[in-house]
């Protein structure tokens, strides 16, 4: 690895079919901007196989098994020298990252965002597909360098007012645009990252994001958030479980994992037909 590259850290649990999606996607559009770790662990012999079968495949990929969640995460981002991407085994790449590495350190340094996000762009206007809800587009904008999207999350009006008791308040509903710290493809500073993760309490990636966000402020450099115009990332949530998600796609984890033992793979080409318009959109895959 060398230090014009990002350390990116990917999170996988029984899912080595998408995982294998998510790095023929990366290696199509990145270019090798990114050196591949994956924390993976699996519940059953027949998913611990299909790593194995991921393992022997891209022999490039530092693959993880997980023992102590915190601990691994720990030591993947203090050897990284300078960037860390965090994503999740249903992520997918779809168009290609075409910043430099000169681009990606004068935006940092002039800019200093909490972070830079791959998942947003001018053409995330929906926040949940299900609810069939739009995304609250921030209020004050610039363009960086051409390239880059900034704004202060402050700005983002993802409130409603709200009397109780003749007390005004201002009741927040979530919003992307105001979400600066995701494992959905966003980009940190490792010297800001690092001393987060330390201090912070986690025991996997739900409950890592979720500390993340509920850091106090003042450990981030600022309340900037920022993305490319067009966004290259989305998160598929084909096969979650307990939440609304499959309700138009759904794609088992135990059938995917079957077919990719048997030699079959998700069709990447198909990318190229979805119209993406948010973070989060279940996309309807095929396996090949």
Known sequence: MTEDMITTLIFSKDRACQLDFLIRSLNKHTSEHMQLNVLYT???????????????????????SQRFFKTDV??????????VCL?????????????????LEVLFDEINPMSLSLRLGKNTIVQDPYRNLMATIPRHVAIFEDKFMVWDIKSVNNFEI???ENQVYNRYYDCNFAMPVSLNGHIYKKSHLFPI???????C?????????????????NSVLTCLLHSIMVNSPNNKTGTKACAKFPLPA????????EGKVLNLDKMKNFDIKGCHQELNLEMV
């Not at 990252?97 to 681009?103: A, L, P, Q, T, V």
């Not at 990636?205 to 450099?221: D, G, Q």
């Open 87 to 103: 994503m999740t085994d249903d992520d997918v790449m779809f168009q290609d990252f075409d910043i430099s590495f000169d681009e």
């Open 205 to 221: 990636p739900n409950s890592l994001e979720i500390a993340m966000a509920k850091a106090p402020s003042s450990v981030y450099p």
């Open 197 to 203: 993760l330390k201090h912070i309490q986690f025991s």
């Open 162 to 164: 709200e009397i109780i």
């Open 74 to 83: 720990i030591k993947v981002v203090s050897d990284a020298f300078k960037y």
């Open 42 to 64: 699996s519940s059953n012999n027949d998913f611990h196989l299909g790593y194995k079968k991921l393992i022997e495949k891209f022999p490039e990929v530092n693959f993880i």
């Open 254 to 261: 135990e059938e995917l994992n079957r077919q990719f033992l």
